[in-house]
C-alpha cells in the first residue's frame, strides 16, 4: 500500500525546515515593513527580496555618530543606484519618541523602515547582537552576514567601493553554494553507481 505522505511533500517539508531562521524572522516583519512615506509595503520578491546586497541600519537620531554617518550613508545609496537600484536598507531606528521617528524618515533617504516600536526590534538587536548605535549590517536576500561591519567598511572603503566589497562577498557565497551542490550531486550520483547491481 502507497504511503499516503508523498515524497515531494515531505522533501518540500525538509526543504522549509532547513530554511535559516534569519531569513523567516525578516519574511515576518516585513509585512508591517514601511517605504519612506510612511506606507505599508510587502517584504516579496517583487520588492525588497530581490536585492542581493542589503543594509540592516540600527540607529538613532539621539547618537552624535549617527548623525555624520547618516550622511555618508545617503551619499552612498544614491551612488550606487544612480544607474538601476541595487542596494536597499531596512532602517530600524531607536527613537524616543514618535514623532523623533517620522522627523527622522525624509525624502533624502528613500529606502525602508521597521514601523516606530515595533515588537521586532528586540529580536533583532539580539540576532545581531548590536552593542552600540549607529549598527550597519550587511546581508545578502537570504540573510546571511555578508558583512557584520558595515560603519567600517565605509571608513575603509572610499564611496561605491564599500558597496563593491559587499557584492565581492555575496558572489563568494554565491559560488560556496553552487559548489556545495555540485559536490552533493556528485556524492549522490557514485553512491547510485555502487548501488547498480553488475552486468553479466
Known amino acids: 500500500k502507497p504511503n499516503p505522505q508523498s515524497k515531494t511533500a515531505r522533501g518540500r ?13 525578516f519574511l515576518h516583519f516585513g509585512k508591517r515593513i ?11 520578491n517583487a520588492t525588497f527580496l530581490k536585492y542581493n546586497v542589503i543594509g540592516i541600519l540600527f540607529t538613532g537620531t539621539w547618537v552624535p555618530p549617527a548623525r555624520e554617518f547618516m550622511q555618508k550613508l545617503t551619499e552612498l545609496y544614491k551612488e550606487v543606484n544612480a544607474t538601476e537600484k541595487v542596494f536597499e536598507i531596512v532602517q530600524i531606528s531607536n527613537e524616543k519618541t ?17 514601523p516606530f516600536n515595533d515588537s521586532y526590534v ?9 552593542e552600540f548605535l ?11 552576514v555578508l558583512s557584520d561591519n558595515g560603519r567600517r567598511d565605509m571608513v575603509e572603503n572610499e564611496g561605491v567601493k564599500a558597496y563593491e566589497k559587499w557584492y565581492k562577498a555575496y558572489r563568494t557565497r554565491k559560488e560556496e553554494l553552487q559548489k556545495e551542490k555540485e559536490d552533493k550531486e556528485e556524492n549522490e550520483g557514485s553512491e547510485g553507481n555502487l548501488d547498480e547491481e553488475p552486468t553479466s
Request: glycine residues 2%; hydrophobic residues 30%; negative net charge.
Open 134 to 144: 549607529p549598527t550597519f549590517i550587511i546581508v545578502n536576500r537570504e540573510m546571511f
Open 98 to 114: 514618535e514623532k523623533d521617528y517620522k522627523e527622522a524618515i525624509t525624502e533624502e533617504r528613500p529606502w525602508l523602515y521597521l
Open 122 to 130: 528586540h529580536n533583532l538587536v539580539e540576532q545581531y547582537k548590536v
Open 13 to 25: 517539508r525538509e526543504k522549509k525546515g532547513k530554511e535559516p531562521p534569519e531569513k523567516e524572522l
Open 34 to 44: 514601511l517605504n519612506y512615506k510612511l506606507e505599508e509595503q510587502d517584504l516579496d
